[in-house]
């Protein structure tokens, strides 16, 4: 064999090698980012850890469960997944509704204490959705928002059979669950879907997967984040850059509250001022002081019930 032709085959089991090491990369990103150990099964644990890091909702729990006012209802996704959501109606007839939105690892549970504000606090209707790979709802794998748009959208239909006709609804996301909210809102919804909340949303999948690859294994985006992004194309039918809730926020036109901590660092703060500048009037921003991923309403629980309530106000009536 000549030397050129040792040099070529050289080149060409190290290519291959590179590509095998980077589609298994790429496989391992996929399980660990979508598939990861997931809180979001162990309902007990998520009920115990909910009352311990907000005592004010076990009070209102306990009442919910005593009366048995607070239900479990379940539905069929387009694809056969049983998905599952609790709901709770108002203690008088309204058509004040609020479908609430959990994050990532997360599940309906873990959403109480926005069902507290809602239920509790303003005396709302709220149905709250455990996401795919999440709760009672079926699923192979976590969504990020993309899919579960169109899941949430589905628990949008389902509503006035839980709570009456002549709705008029909040949509209210915290983290993954924000940004789905954002996702949601450049499809078309009905109008008694009035406004919407997020709390600490990420741009797109892209964004924030590439933040992550960075922060825990101090890698650049391509080449795994871009093979990643086609293997959750033909497992899951929707890839990385298409899952953006800055463009989705673009096409918007109703009114949305967007909040976030000045001390986050899971989902950058610098995130909500691309989505606030790109989504189009009305809209209301909240930045809150000293508050790291998720907690605006743990540490400001007071301002952050009369902010919702102020700003879902002026267009629920």
């Known amino acids: 064999m000549t030397i050129k032709k040792k040099i070529l085959w050289s080149a060409v089991v190290l290519l291959l090698l590179a590509m095998g090491i980077i589609t298994g990369g790429s496989f ?164 008694y879907v009035t406004c919407f909340v997020e709390d600490c949303g990420y741009t797109s999948v892209w964004d924030q997967f590439s933040k992550e690859l960075k922060d825990l294994f101090g890698l650049p985006p391509f080449p795994l984040l871009n093979t990643a992004s086609r293997i959750c194309q033909l497992q899951n039918g929707w890839n990385f850059q298409e899952a953006s809730a800055l463009s989705q926020v673009a096409k918007c036109r109703k009114p949305m509250l967007f909040i976030h901590g000045d001390n986050d660092d899971f989902v950058p703060t610098w995130m909500v001022y691309k989505l606030y500048e790109a989504k189009p009037a009305p809209k209301e921003l909240w930045i809150t002081e000293g508050v790291d991923h998720a907690h605006s309403y743990k540490l400001y629980p007071e301002e952050y019930t009369e902010r919702v309530k102020a700003f879902t106000e002026k267009y629920l009536h």
């Not at 239909?157 to 709570?163: I, K, Q, R, S, T």
Request: proline fraction near 4%; avoid cysteine.
């Open 28 to 191: 391992y990103l996929i399980d660990f980012a979508l598939r990861p150990d997931n809180r979001g099964k162990d309902m007990e644990g998520s009920e115990t850890f909910m009352r311990k890091e907000y005592p004010q909702i076990v009070q209102w729990l306990d009442s919910l469960k005593s009366t048995q006012a607070l239900r479990d209802t379940f539905i069929l996704a387009p694809d056969g997944i049983r998905m599952h959501a609790f709901y709770v109606r108002a203690s008088r007839p309204t058509t004040h509704t609020a479908i609430i939105v959990h994050g990532y690892t997360d599940n309906a549970i873990r959403m109480f204490h926005i069902g507290y504000l809602y239920n509790h606090s303003l005396d709302y209707n709220i149905l709250l959705p455990d996401l795919r790979y999440a709760g009672l709802t079926e699923g192979d794998a976590i969504q990020m928002g993309w899919l579960d748009r169109k899941d949430v959208r589905q628990w949008i239909d389902v509503a006035p059979a839980l709570f009456g006709d002549s709705l008029q609804t909040v949509v209210h996301g915290i983290s993954m669950g924000a940004a789905t909210t954002m996702m949601l809102s450049g499809d078309t919804t009905p109008d």
